[in-house]
């Protein structure tokens, strides 16, 4: 049981008909979960507005209903108008669940890219210190000892503010999370204050009718973050750092390569052992020390740079920096499989032309024997895509391999040509196995000494959707199944 006036402490907000005297029983934005007595927030989606289930929660039973538009139901009903549900659902989630992210410290984390390993980075260099860390992001949420596969990369405020209050009970004390610039368009972070806010990079993405209208909203987007946080930590480097920064409200330090960074990477090394792919820097400035990093390229060095920056803030040691790095490891994500001295293989979820050059041109910079590629394409998605991926591929690689990947409704056939279509406008050589199973034995079995093969497109998932139902497909699972069939 709540309060309905302490939930409501931090809303501007009319009374439109009842009292706010009172308790509510439980606090629910979904109409298919309301119940006698609870509190409900009708939430404008892409394909449902709650606001059309007020008259049906309201016969259900609910007590209060929150509003931004007029509803007709119930007189005994009490109804509240808010400006915007979403930005009122995060304040209300704070206050239902007593503010956990007063007492957490909150790490969040944005950028077109690197949000997903630095959290991995930035949990296992904490928890190497001794803190207790949680995490929400692309991959999962951790909370305590449980995983859980995550549906958004930053959840919907509700979510939020429960799995923070779960990571408290779990005896945890910091949180480190990937926020998304649809978390901070919609306000899903809205309601507790970052105690770091980090900044990876921009670049030209998620623009769309479904997402940003254009780049310039999409960078709107993103400089949210540092109106939510005590301090900002930002990529130096970055050519749109001062847009990220317009409004700030957060004192500020920076990392990069740069002099004027606040955490600056020097000497920058290759780092290349049969099977296995890294780099070495050093760092100069607010924190002094040599890592080693066995994920490659200079995203890397970005990636653990920032991980560097936050945990200083943390107080840290150099020594547990250096032990956490050397043995950091993000599923999914540059992901080393140990199956062969001769040549190196890894996961990727590099999943559109942007990331996907910029991995494989990540590297080339090794100069394997042979750069080798597998990938496929989703379906139901642009065709775009597969044209742009197809073309990156046939570039930059002296193999492709084309699979499926999650086909969802379309025939997997069909995806495969229009990859041949961009393949078709380069050089490169490819070859076509539909089965990935059968594709990845094609890679290991192909596999020559200097070799880097690549896995792109699944990462972490662990499924293949086909005709509208998942089925359990992990990549992990297919190459030790492979190598147990050759062995």
Request: aromatic share 8%; proline share 3%; net charge negative.
């Amino acid at each position: 049981m709540k309060d309905i006036k302490q939930l409501l402490e931090h809303l501007e907000y009319h009374i439109l008909q009842g009292s706010i005297e009172g308790e509510i029983t439980d606090l629910v934005y979904d109409s298919r979960k309301a119940t006698e007595g609870c509190m409900f927030v009708c939430i404008k989606g892409a394909s449902f507005d709650g606001h059309t289930a007020a008259g049906p929660v309201a016969d259900v039973g609910a007590k209060v209903i929150v509003v931004s538009d007029e509803v007709e139901v119930r007189s005994d009903v009490t109804v509240i108008r808010v400006a915007d549900t979403r930005e009122a659902l995060a304040y209300l989630a704070a206050a239902y669940f007593d503010y956990p992210g007063d007492e957490l410290k909150v790490i969040g984390i944005t950028g077109t890219k690197g949000k997903t390993t630095t959290t991995y980075m930035v949990k296992s260099i904490l928890e190497n210190a001794g803190y207790r860390v949680g995490l929400i992001g692309t991959i999962e949420a951790i909370i305590g000892d449980e995983h859980i596969p995550a549906l958004n990369t930053t959840p919907e405020s509700y979510t939020i503010q429960e799995d923070f209050r779960r990571m408290l009970d779990a005896g945890q004390n910091v949180c480190v999370m990937e926020v998304s610039s649809q978390g901070l368009l919609m306000h899903r972070v809205d309601g507790f204050t970052f105690e770091l806010g980090i900044f990876t990079n921009i670049e030209p993405d998620h623009i769309g009718p479904n997402e940003h209208k254009d780049f310039d909203d999409y960078l709107h987007c993103k400089s949210l973050l540092f109106t939510k946080c005590k301090k900002g930590i930002l990529n130096r480097d970055d050519t749109h750092i001062d847009a990220v920064l317009k409004g700030h409200t957060c004192e500020v330090e920076t990392y990069g390569f740069t002099s004027k960074a606040d955490y600056r990477a020097t000497n920058r090394r290759l780092k290349l052992k049969p099977g296995s792919l890294g780099v070495s820097y050093d760092v100069a400035g607010k924190v002094n020390c040599h890592v080693d990093v066995y994920m490659p390229g200079t995203f890397s060095v970005y990636n653990s740079l920032a991980a560097i920056a936050i945990c200083a803030h943390f107080l840290v040691s150099t020594a547990d920096m250096q032990k956490a790095l050397a043995a950091a490891k993000v599923k999914g994500r540059i992901e080393m499989i140990d199956v062969s001295k001769d040549f190196t293989l890894m996961i990727d979820y590099a999943h559109n032309a942007m990331s996907l050059k910029s991995l494989l041109t990540t590297l080339k910079e090794y100069k394997p024997a042979r750069l080798i590629c597998l990938f496929g394409c989703g379906g139901n998605r642009s065709k775009l895509r597969r044209y742009e991926m197809g073309e990156v591929s046939g570039e930059l690689c002296d193999l492709t391999i084309i699979t499926s990947d999650n086909p969802r409704f379309e025939d997997p056939d069909a995806i495969i040509s229009d990859i041949k279509f961009g393949i078709a406008k380069t050089s490169g050589e490819y070859v076509c196995i539909p089965d990935r199973k059968e594709a990845i034995r094609y890679a290991i079995e192909h596999g020559r000494e200097g070799d880097v093969i690549v896995l792109a497109g699944k990462g972490h998932e662990d499924y293949q959707e086909i005709q509208g139902k998942k089925y359990p497909m992990d990549e992990r699972v297919l190459i030790k199944e492979v190598i147990e069939e050759m062995a």
